[in-house]
């Protein structure tokens, strides 16, 4: 996938939810990995010419593996004028070795957010985006279905009263296969994870769950997407109408 393709996607995702307002400050949530460097990528470029405009912080909560080097992922946002903040923590520490967690997904994942709301708050952000694409919202919804009985995915755009920012997610009609182009195309800086149960979640095997349905049913990902955007899912925001961008299924420009 080309930068045009990329941004072509996220201010379809933008527009169509409504998630960038005038004088917006977004903080962009760095893990290291291929899904929240093309967001950088996404949002950075979308504002040299999207008409609201809007300024961006880069994050990367550390967990407190030493192996997880930010180096590069600091050369890229110098390269690109991006302010880049590292909050240190010892998540990886706390979940595993001092509370030994058997499921530990669920409260890394709550430790993580609120240390990075945390931050974007201090830095003035009234917004935070989470690299969530396509793939993640379908797998979400089945994930929902199996193990809690109910429809629900990913909202695009959340408000955290809690936190008096609001959440969005600028990538959720970019397919995975398309960011793994975008990857191998622009030599994103990307850091292994560290994670000794990456690879063995549940997440995994949604993941595989859905290019089993997928292979055996062609077409059947992109219904069930279809049935999340149209599922009147509570909590969701209504689709603006849309007439200035592109349709996502050919994102020809701008």
Known sequence: MKLQQLLSYTRKAVDDYQMIE???KIAVGISGGKDSLTMLYALHGLMRFYPRKFT????TVHLGYKE?????????CQEMGVNYTVVDTQIAKIIFEDRKEPNPCALCAKMRKGAFNTKAKELGCNKVAYAHHKDDIIETMLLSLIFEGRFYSFSPKTYLDRMDVTVIRPLMYVNEADVIGFQNKYQLPVAKSRCPIDGFTKREYAKNLVKQLNFEHPGARER????????RIPGWPNRADSVITPNIDNPSGL
């Open 56 to 59: 961006i912080e880069a994050i």
């Open 22 to 24: 005038d004088g917006d």
């Open 68 to 76: 997880f080097d930010v180096a590069p992922v600091r050369a890229l």
């Open 224 to 231: 069930m997407f279809r049935a999340i955007l149209n599922g």
